[in-house]
């Protein structure tokens, strides 16, 4: 069975500095990946997803993430976070074999300070 | 642009009691899910359904049941609350065409059993 690691459960950052959440799943088989972002009181919205072709994916609200297959990985990075991007962060893997049915990491929650 | 309600935001019940979260979308998606979020846990996917009248169990079924009787809508049933049931619940739709794979979540219900 699929499992997801998000290394940091909380990371606090200063506005306009960059950040990185780190992502790592455990299949070597075909994977599809997304990262989520859940705002207060509110459900999911997808922030941005791989399925194939360039490794370097880009997301709304200036987000991207790199998959990369031989480390199992696919960390999410904005260059320069608002007070807006207080948030929590979830990475999601499916087996490409599995279909539609998605494995969460636990979450990173990110509070930007001003 | 895809919609996913959920029937209540807050919802307080007490032990013993049998509970019903109702979910609609209303992009004629053929799959459905049922999460629970816990914090540090990520989503736990409960049940999810791939057609109308299929279901078939997550990862945490246990204590819970699901019926979908139309395609837009999938219920989750607590046969008996009890207060280890007390979490988020968050339903979710994908459809199967299209390679999108990413699912659409509704706002979320947040359940208290006292």
Redesign the interface.
């Known amino acids: 069975a699929q499992s997801?690691t998000?290394l940091d459960?909380q990371v606090p950052v200063f506005e306009e500095a960059p950040v990185e959440l780190r992502c790592n799943y455990s299949s070597s088989v075909s994977v599809?990946l997304?990262w989520?972002v859940q705002y207060p009181?509110?459900?999911?919205?997808?922030l941005l997803?791989y399925?194939s072709g360039s490794t370097l994916v880009k997301g709304i609200n200036g987000f991207e993430a790199e998959f990369n297959k031989s480390q199992t990985s696919f960390h999410l990075r904005k260059p320069s976070v608002h007070i807006s991007d207080t948030a929590e962060y979830?990475c999601?893997v499916?087996d490409k074999a599995a279909?539609?049915?998605?494995?969460?990491?636990?979450?990173t929650r990110v509070l930007v300070k001003p | 642009d895809v919609k996913?309600t959920q029937s209540s935001r807050y919802l307080v019940k007490r032990t013993g009691e049998k509970v019903f979260l109702e979910c609609v979308q209303d992009m004629d998606h053929e799959?459905m899910f049922w999460?629970r979020q816990d914090p540090?846990?990520?989503?736990?996917?409960i049940y999810?359904s791939y057609d109308v009248k299929m279901k078939e169990k997550g990862d945490i079924p246990e204590g819970y049941s699901v019926s979908r009787e139309k395609k837009e809508r999938f219920s989750l049933i607590l046969e008996s609350a009890s207060t280890n049931q007390t979490s988020m619940y968050?339903c979710?739709s994908?459809s199967?065409t299209g390679?999108k794979?990413?699912?659409?979540?509704?706002?979320?219900t947040r359940l208290t059993v006292t």
């Open positions: 997801v998000q459960s599809y997304f989520y009181n509110q459900g999911l919205q997808l997803k399925l979830f999601a499916s279909g539609n049915k998605l494995t969460f990491g636990g979450g | 996913v799959n999460y540090g846990l990520g989503l736990r996917l999810f968050l979710a994908s199967q390679g794979y990413e699912q659409y979540f509704g706002p979320g």
